[in-house]
Each structure stands twice: as structure tokens, then as C-alpha cells.
């Protein structure tokens, strides 16, 4: 046991292969959701959004006045943002900036009223086997019925996610997994919360869809502690590898 957990500290937290444990992760779980296309727009631009919403206080009945300060709030972000950012010429920056709040509006109508939100952007995490589950969710709200909802919104264009079967809102599934387990709060449902489409993308079923969650945990679970994959980087030698005393091939006089 204590061997396990060593395995698999040393593996998330290799320097040397940060990304090992993540493919392999990948592999099992399809977790992996990829939101970068190459512009300005679905990255940087995506997590300011983020933060403006994060800032806002929604009220149950927002007037015109409410949403000129978001948009207010979210020109300064973007300002910040090119501060330290500089853009090849300033007209670019500026339209930039000016292609982003063409969705402010989006924005604003998509973000719950302040009063439904339970969290948003809060840290959590939560111990299956010797995985630990981290996770950052958007949004969380309660509803009318007692029952929560988590918000996971996105900046891209295309969507990505739908309601067919686990691994096409795996992100959502680990949230409310950990809501669940951490604070016992029943999910009931979650949404993708498109900016540049405006409308939502629900997600059912999640309770139901746990088990299918810790089945594929304990396989990767199971396969770190095994040590069942390969270290792609093959110009290190074994000796001057950190996790040399975790694995197999070394154990069995690899050089």
C-alpha cells in the first residue's frame, strides 16, 4: 500500500514526464477535452470571459444598465489583457478586442442570476483509490427543486459535447462527481454553456453515469500502480530516471 501511493505521487508529479500519466489518463477515461484552435479568441480571450463572469452579479430581473457594466467590466479585462500582451499593431489589438465583445451579449444572458449560484470558479478536488480528482468548475447553481446544475461555459465555435454518452461531457461528469462525494450535493444535470451560440447544451443522467466515472478511475488506478505504460522519452537512461525504484523494467536490471 504504501508502495502504491508513492507510485503514484511520483508519477503525476514527474518533471521529467509531465505528460505521461495525462496520456495515459487520456487514453482511458477520453478525458482530454482540447479547446485550443490556434486564436486569440478561443484561448486567452475564453479565460477573460471567464473572469468577467465570474465578477458578475446578476440580478433575478437585469436592466440595460446591468449589462453596460458587465460589458464595461469585461473592456477592461481585455484592456489589462493587451497591456501585457502587446499585439503586433494596435489597430490589431483593437479589433480584437472589438471581435470579443461582440459577444458580450451572449455572455450576459448565458450567466445564472447571482442568487441561483451555490459556487463558481472554486477549487476542488476529491480522493477515488489513490486518484486524485481535480477539478475547477465554471458555475454550480441550485435549482428550484433543491436538486444542482453545473455550468461549464466555452468559448470556441464548434461544439464538442453532447448528451450521447459519458465521454462526450466527461469535464461536467468529474465536477459533479466530486459535488457529490465532497458535499453530497444531488447534480441532476449540467450545461455547456456555448458564448458564441447561445444556446446551451444540456446534460442528463449524471447520477447514472458515476459508476461508469470510478470504473474507468480504478483501471487507471490499477495500471499506474502496475506501472503498465511506456515512457516515450527514450534518450534518458534508467539510472538518471526519478522513477527508477517504481518500475518494472529497471527491477529487472534495465540499463
Known amino acids: 500500500q504504501e508502495r502504491t501511493e508513492q507510485a503514484c505521487f511520483e508519477i503525476i508529479q514527474s518533471e521529467e ?3 505521461t500519466a495525462k496520456d495515459m489518463a487520456n487514453d482511458i477515461l477520453t478525458e482530454y477535452e482540447n479547446d485550443e484552435d490556434g486564436s486569440f479568441q478561443a484561448n486567452e480571450a475564453g479565460q ?5 463572469l465570474e465578477n458578475l452579479k446578476k440580478p433575478v430581473c437585469p436592466t440595460s444598465n446591468d449589462f453596460e457594466i458587465y460589458k ?5 479585462l481585455l484592456d489589462e489583457f493587451l497591456i501585457y500582451n502587446v499585439p503586433v499593431t494596435p489597430d490589431f489589438g483593437e479589433f480584437e478586442k472589438n471581435q470579443i465583445l461582440k459577444y458580450a451579449r451572449n455572455a450576459f444572458n448565458l450567466s445564472p442570476c447571482d442568487k441561483d449560484k451555490v459556487m463558481a470558479e472554486t477549487d476542488q ?14 458555475c454550480v447553481i441550485k435549482k428550484q427543486d433543491g436538486t444542482y446544475a453545473v ?8 461544439s464538442a459535447h453532447n448528451n450521447s454518452k459519458p465521454e462526450k461531457h466527461i469535464q461536467i461528469l468529474f465536477y459533479s ?3 457529490n462525494k465532497k458535499y453530497n450535493y444531488k447534480v441532476t444535470s449540467g450545461e455547456y454553456r456555448y458564448i458564441k451560440q447561445k444556446k ?14 470510478e470504473e474507468k478511475l480504478s483501471k487507471l488506478n490499477n495500471d499506474l500502480v502496475d506501472f503498465a505504460f511506456e515512457i516515450k522519452d527514450k534518450l534518458i537512461d534508467c539510472k538518471d530516471c526519478k522513477l527508477i525504484k517504481y518500475c518494472p523494467k529497471a527491477r529487472k536490471g534495465a540499463k
Open 200 to 213: 446551451p447544451i444540456l446534460i442528463t443522467n449524471i447520477e447514472n453515469e458515476f459508476t461508469y466515472l
Open 151 to 158: 455550468i461549464d461555459y466555452k468559448f470556441r465555435g464548434k
Open 72 to 76: 464595461q467590466n469585461l473592456s477592461e
Open 125 to 138: 478536488e476529491f480522493e477515488y483509490e489513490n486518484i486524485i480528482i481535480h477539478g475547477l468548475p465554471d
Open 177 to 179: 462527481y466530486i459535488l
Open 17 to 19: 514526464y509531465p505528460q
Open 48 to 52: 477573460i470571459i471567464h473572469e468577467s
